[in-house]
């Protein structure tokens, strides 16, 4: 308690005024893989902060989440590449160049630059221009989720306005950044949170006020992911026509590790019956494809793609073990609390992961779940090899896992307190008012 009562202190005075909107800056939207984005807008939104949404790139998923056509909020979309808005670009610079904050904020992107020297890096500063120009004046505070590119478009834009501006930090964003941009960007924003304890020590030892950077899980909507009406199955796999069906949900990158789950597939006894059916789209799509084939597994998978909210949750309840084989990329990258475990977990679905960033601080070994090394297709193919020859096991885990999730991952707390940062102030029930709405 003590430390979010000194993050209160921290944020005093220095909230979203009166009658003022805030604009979230977020790398794409909407995007199914950042549902969990959409789940806190519209939250929010609920709870009566005036929300206005930027977003750096256009969507490019075949289907929306149902989420995304609840929120309310406007979208704006900054040039995605500079030489296709080239007038745009130089009319927004003619346009904020006499702002006070401007030549502060071309020092530090130049300083960046310097460090820096990327195509990437040009674009951040012409799309906070452009972001700094076309801001509505009633926006009174900037928000960025992710640490890395969002972060720096908010940065330089906050800059030349002269707004506050804070961010919320998730996983690669936080792993992949080179630490003095972090550094900086942690000394320049009002208050970070985080999704996990790993990430937040992280940032807290790079911050000049450690308790600036608060742990904020996303947790789960759970009106979203009302409870089974089935209980699980008792499949084992020793037949042949009713095969035990795993499950896995992630983007096809490498942090995700489907290739090692794939390895380990191919080592189970041929005894041992099942199918995997895995949902999410990603570049490495065609390489798995490939190495199915190559391993004589493919007639045993389904690839489904990226899929809307409902399939999704279908698949979760049609499942008899998940399994996310998490690692470390080779460039840092990593998961921080992957949102698809708990979703599995709160439809009474056993999960079988890694002891990678926060996953333990979600699944307990052998208690609500099953953890293995990462990078061990050894340990990971005697893990699901286990599972699915014990359902009685896999019901045991499931059960302590759904209820774990509901209890102790509700988003509510985190709402809550992303609420109380910007200026929202929530009574005990939750009934919260946005400071426009004040008497």
Not at 152 to 174: E, F, M, N
Not at 192 to 198: D, L
Not at 276 to 293: F, K, N, T, Y
Not at 405 to 428: K, N, P
Request: charged share 25%; glycine share 6%; aromatic share 6%.
């Amino acid at each position: 308690m003590a430390e979010r009562a000194t993050i209160d202190e921290i944020a005093t005075g220095s909230r979203l005024a009166a009658g003022k909107a805030v604009a979230f800056v977020l790398k794409g939207y909407p995007r199914l893989s950042e549902t969990f984005i959409a789940q806190e807008i519209l939250a929010l939104e609920r709870r009566g902060l005036d929300i206005r949404i930027v977003s750096l790139r256009h969507p490019t998923d075949p289907a929306i989440h149902p989420l995304h056509g609840d929120i309310h909020a406007p979208v704006t979309y900054l040039p995605e590449y500079l030489h296709d808005d080239h007038d745009l670009v130089r009319s927004a610079l003619y346009a904020v160049w006499r702002r006070p904050g401007f030549t502060r904020a071309l020092w530090i992107w130049l300083r960046d630059l310097f460090r820096d020297p990327t195509r990437n890096r040009i674009r951040r500063f012409g799309q906070a221009l452009v972001l700094a120009n076309e801001l509505p004046p009633d926006v009174g505070w900037l928000h960025a989720h992710f640490l890395h590119t969002p972060a720096s478009v908010t940065r330089y834009a906050a800059l030349i306005l002269g707004l506050p501006w804070s961010v919320s930090a998730h996983a690669k964003d936080i792993w992949t950044s080179p630490e003095w941009e972090k550094r900086e960007k942690l000394a320049d924003c009002r208050w970070a949170v985080t999704c996990t304890n790993t990430g937040a020590d992280h940032l807290a030892n790079l911050a000049p006020e450690p308790r600036r950077v608060d742990l904020v899980y996303h947790g789960l909507d759970l009106s979203r992911f009302p409870p089974p009406l089935l209980p699980p199955s008792l499949r084992n796999g020793g037949d042949a026509d009713d095969p035990v069906t795993l499950l896995s949900v992630g983007r096809a990158v490498p942090k995700k590790g489907y290739d090692l789950l794939l390895n380990a597939l191919a080592l189970l006894p041929s005894d041992v019956h099942w199918r995997l059916v895995h949902v999410g789209g990603g570049a490495l799509l065609p390489d798995l494809h490939r190495q199915a084939e190559e391993l004589g597994i493919s007639d045993r998978i389904s690839w489904l793609g990226a899929q809307p909210h409902d399939i999704v949750l279908g698949c979760y309840r049609e499942a008899d073990l998940f399994v996310l084989a998490c690692r470390v990329a080779a460039d840092g990258d990593r998961d921080g609390l992957p949102n698809v475990l708990m979703e599995a977990q709160s439809q009474n679905l056993a999960c079988v992961s890694t002891r990678v960033s926060a996953v333990p601080e979600l699944i307990i070994d052998g208690e609500t779940g099953v953890l293995v090394p990462p990078d061990n297709a050894g340990a990971l193919a005697d893990a699901v090899q286990h599972l699915i020859r014990a359902p009685t096991v896999r019901r045991r885990l499931g059960a302590a896992g759904m209820a774990r999730v509901r209890t102790q991952f509700s988003f509510e707390d985190g709402i809550e307190r992303l609420a109380l940062l910007l200026g929202v102030e929530c009574d005990e029930v939750l009934s919260c008012t946005s400071p426009s709405t004040r008497l």
